[in-house]
């Protein structure tokens, strides 16, 4: 079953790009597994948590409302991985890493539409978005990445192999993306 947002509003960057916020959320410090829950569109493979920004809503506000919608979860926002942009799909998604306190029994994906959340070790999340969603493997690559960085936001292009940047180029900052 596919979800349907019957009154909701696609908003756009200046590029024409749809703003998308995601979480990474992880289950401890140490950020050794990760939350994936199973799609909407193919509930047999697995998906990082994410949505549309909705109008007058700031992004890490979308990826914590977005979590608790598909996942079932709360917990406290951390860093933000930066802004991956996806040409295909003509998206750029501000991706943060939240540390979850709460599982929920039910909520409101698993009523909804049977929507089911698993914890995977890093390298078996990679695995599992390489068959569905390989763009949301440079969530898990920046992850991985960004425990070296200074936490400063970077601007991914998802589309082809990472490179990291500073998010100061105006099109694709988190303020204006």
Same mark, same amino acid.
């Given at each position: @079953?596919?979800?349907?947002?019957?009154?909701?509003?696609?908003?756009?960057?200046?590029?024409?790009?749809? !703003?998308?916020?995601?979480?990474?959320?992880?289950?401890?410090?140490?950020?050794?597994?990760?939350?994936?829950?199973?799609?909407?569109?193919?509930?047999?493979?697995?998906?990082?948590?994410?949505?549309?920004?909705?109008?007058?809503?700031?992004?890490?506000?979308?990826?914590?409302?977005?979590?608790?919608?598909?996942?079932?979860?709360?917990?406290?926002?951390? !860093?933000?991985?930066?802004?991956?942009?996806?040409? =295909?799909?003509?998206?750029?998604?501000?991706?943060?890493?939240?540390?979850?306190? $709460?599982?929920?029994?039910?909520?409101? =994906?698993?009523?909804?539409?049977?929507?089911?959340? /698993?914890?995977?070790?890093?390298? =078996?999340?990679?695995? /599992?978005?390489?068959?569905? $969603?390989?763009? /949301? /493997?440079?969530?898990? @690559?920046?992850?991985?990445?960004?425990?070296?960085? =200074?936490?400063?936001?970077?601007?991914?292009?998802?589309?082809?192999?990472?490179?990291?940047?500073?998010?100061?180029?105006?099109?694709?900052?988190?303020?204006?993306?």
């Amino acid at each position: @079953m596919v979800k349907e947002k019957p009154n909701s509003t696609r908003i756009y960057d200046k590029d024409g790009f749809r !703003r998308r916020a995601a979480c990474i959320c992880v289950k401890s410090e140490n950020e050794a597994e990760v939350l994936l829950v199973t799609s909407s569109r193919r509930p047999e493979l697995w998906i990082v948590p994410g949505g549309g920004v909705e109008p007058e809503e700031e992004p890490s506000v979308t990826a914590m409302r977005e979590v608790l919608e598909e996942a079932g979860v709360v917990g406290d926002l951390g !860093r933000c991985l930066g802004v991956f942009e996806n040409n =295909d799909h003509m998206h750029r998604t501000e991706v943060f890493v939240m540390n979850v306190t $709460k599982e929920l029994d039910e909520w409101e =994906d698993s009523r909804s539409i049977g929507r089911k959340r /698993q914890w995977f070790t890093i390298d =078996d999340a990679l695995s /599992q978005l390489a068959l569905h $969603k390989p763009t /949301q /493997q440079h969530y898990l @690559m920046q992850l991985q990445h960004s425990k070296t960085l =200074d936490n400063t936001n970077r601007v991914v292009n998802a589309t082809h192999p990472p490179k990291l940047t500073n998010a100061a180029t105006p099109a694709a900052s988190p303020t204006t993306a």
